[in-house]
C-alpha cells in the first residue's frame, strides 16, 4: 500500500483513517486507510463480497464505521452535497417527476425552483415523454436514467454509483457511462464500483482494489490495468478472480 497516495495529484477530497467495520464478531472492513483526490473518477473494484457497497455506504454517510473516521477536506469535516445511485434504482411510489422534485424537496431546495430543475434533469436524460408515469412501470433502463436524473437535479459535488450496469443491456449502459462522462464534465467527483473491466479502463482515473475488506491496492487507472502491483489485483486483471 505504498503507492496509498499515488493517486492524489489534486488537493484532497476524502480521507479515510482506519476505517473498520464489523458485523455480528466478523469484520468487513478492516483499517481501511486513504486518501481520495478532489477531481476526477474513482473507480472501486475487487471480487464479490469485498466490501465495495459497504465501503461505498460508508462514504455516502449511510452506515457508521465501528472505528475509525472520516474527514471532508473542503467542507470543514463535514460531507459536500452528495448523490448516490445503486445496481437496482430506488423509487418512491410516485410519477417520475416527482420522485424528482421529491429529492429536491429533502434537499431544501426552493420549491419554485423545483420543478424547473426536475424538468431540465429529465429532459436531459430523455425522460420527458414519461415524466408523469409511475416510477415504478418503468423500464429498468428508464429507472436508472431517472436514478441519474434525480441525481443530476441535486447538482452533487459527489456522486456514488455501486455497481449501476449491472442489470442492464448494453444500450442501457451506454447511456449510464455517457451520463458518468457529463456528470464528470461539469465536475462532479465520481466514486463508482463496477466489476467491469473495461468499463473501469473507460471511465476511470484511478482505481482502488478490495479483497476481503481491505484495500490491497490504490493506483491510477492506466498503471493498475498495464502494470497491477500484487497478486490478487493482477488475477483479477487477468480475470481469475471470482466476482
Ligand atoms: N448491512 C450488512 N450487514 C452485515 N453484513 C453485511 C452487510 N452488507 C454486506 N455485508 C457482508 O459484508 C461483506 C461485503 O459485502 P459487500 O460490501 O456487499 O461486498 P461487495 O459489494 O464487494 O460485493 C459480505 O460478506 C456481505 O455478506
Ligand atoms: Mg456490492
Known sequence: MNDMHAASTSAPLLTLDKVTFRHRGQTLLQNISLTLSSQGSTIVMGPNGAGKSLLMRICHGLLTPTSGRLHWHDTGGRPPRQAMVF??????????????????????????????????????????????????????????????????????????????????????????????????????????????????????????????????????????FLAPRTRDASAFVRGELVW
Open 87 to 224: 445496481q437496482r434504482p430506488v423509487m418512491l411510489r410516485r410519477s417520475a417527476i416527482a420522485n424528482v422534485t421529491y429529492a429536491l424537496a429533502v434537499q431544501g431546495t426552493c420549491w419554485r425552483d423545483r420543478k424547473p430543475l426536475a424538468r431540465e434533469a429529465l429532459e436531459r436524460f430523455g425522460l420527458t415523454d414519461v415524466a408523469h408515469r409511475p416510477a415504478r412501470v418503468l423500464s429498468g433502463g428508464e429507472q436508472q436514467r431517472l436514478a441519474l436524473a434525480r441525481a443530476w437535479a441535486l447538482r452533487p459535488a459527489v456522486l456514488f454509483l455501486d455497481e449501476p450496469t449491472s442489470a442492464l443491456d448494453p444500450a442501457a449502459i451506454k447511456a449510464v457511462e455517457d451520463a458518468v462522462t457529463d456528470f464528470g464534465r461539469v465536475g462532479t467527483r465520481i466514486i463508482m464500483n463496477t466489476h467491469d473491466i473495461s468499463q473501469a479502463k473507460r471511465l476511470g482515473d484511478d482505481v482502488l482494489f478490495l479483497c476481503q475488506g481491505r484495500v490491497v491496492e490504490h493506483n491510477n487507472a492506466e498503471s493498475f
